[in-house]
């Protein structure tokens, strides 16, 4: 693989560009690459990757110091998504509406809670925010170079 062709796959957003529209005719090839066990394994390599894991366990650590006891931000989106089912579940059994004194004041608090807890891992996301994209493009870089004969297969088709 030339270094310039190297450089264009290596640059950028490989994904968004594989899946737009004019690319879709050879989509075929981009989900045998996606679902093809050398992309599970890289994905599984940049997971148990130790800096990952560092940056994860400095992630909850800092949610601790503000007061969360989270392992990882799915449980904050699981926890989120919980919470407003359960206040639309109080609507539908209690027949209020959405601006009724007593939902209008659950909704203000759970809001009030969701920035709050949004500052709190955004101000806690800083360092996997700077540090973890080098991480993965390391990895990516190397599976590129692995599956040079697929990817090189996805450009030829691009071309024709």
Known sequence: MS??????LSNGSCLQE???????PHSYLV????????????QMQI???KRMIDLQVDWSRC?????????????????LF??????????????????NA????????YKSDEVTLAVADWNCSVDYFTVAPAIVREHEINFIEENEALILEILAAKAN
Do not use: C, H, W
């Open 18 to 24: 594989a899946y737009a529209p004019e690319n879709e």
């Open 102 to 109: 007593e939902i209008s004041e659950l909704l203000a608090s």
């Open 47 to 49: 997971q148990n990757d």
């Open 3 to 8: 270094e310039s062709k190297f450089a264009d």
């Open 31 to 42: 989900s045998d690459l996606l679902g093809s066990d050398a992309y599970s394994e890289l």
């Open 63 to 79: 949610m601790a110091a503000e007061g969360y006891d989270y392992g990882s931000s799915q449980e904050i989106k699981d926890q």
């Open 82 to 99: 919980s919470q407003g089912n359960a206040i639309a579940q109080q609507i539908v059994e209690t027949g209020a509406r959405p601006d």
